[in-house]
């Protein structure tokens, strides 16, 4: 089982309770880059995903930890290889790469339509990293083949 939470407003006793009700997949998504937090994310705070990450890892070591993001916002290439960084340091197990559609004309506009061959740079960069699993594609979600996630990132390396 696999669940996608929001970031409690940064109350850890809510995650703990999400934990502790035993998923075999803890999601919660970083979304961007912190430079594009205020922008994309302005009810959320980079900082605070982060710790919800870190205190996931924490305090149920046997559950595996994944974020997603999107590209296609205006981040860098180097925006991205930070996010992913960050994300190891918290602990995160498997990361999940998307292009940004805008969903409305509301919503923000595409900044860029990010090339298949970054992709799967962004992707190799994530696995030299540590994490047990990078999906990363123009088409992938936060969900994407979420049953395949946790296989992978819970088969032992060779």
Same mark, same amino acid.
């Given at each position: 089982m696999?669940?996608?939470t929001p970031d409690f407003c940064g109350h850890l006793d809510a995650v703990a309770r999400v934990l502790d009700a035993g998923p075999h997949v803890f999601n919660h998504n970083m979304e961007t880059a912190p430079r594009l937090y205020s922008r994309v994310r302005p009810q959320a705070d980079y900082q605070q995903s982060l710790d919800v990450l870190a205190f996931a890892r924490r305090h149920a070591a @046997?559950?595996?930890?994944k974020s997603g993001f999107m590209v296609g916002l205006g981040e860098t290439p180097d925006e991205v290889r930070t996010l992913l960084r960050d994300l190891r340091v918290a602990g995160t197990?498997?990361?999940?790469? @998307?292009q940004y559609l805008?969903?409305?004309r509301r919503n923000l506009p595409v900044a860029e339509f990010v090339e298949p061959r970054r992709f799967e740079e962004y992707r190799e960069y994530g696995l030299a990293l540590g994490f047990?699993?990078?999906?990363?594609g123009p088409l992938v979600r936060s969900s994407y083949m979420a049953d395949l996630v946790s296989d992978e990132a819970?088969?032992?390396?060779?």
């Open positions: 696999e669940v996608l @046997g559950v595996l930890t197990d498997v990361a999940t790469i @998307g805008q969903p409305t047990k699993a990078v999906f990363s819970q088969r032992e390396p060779c």
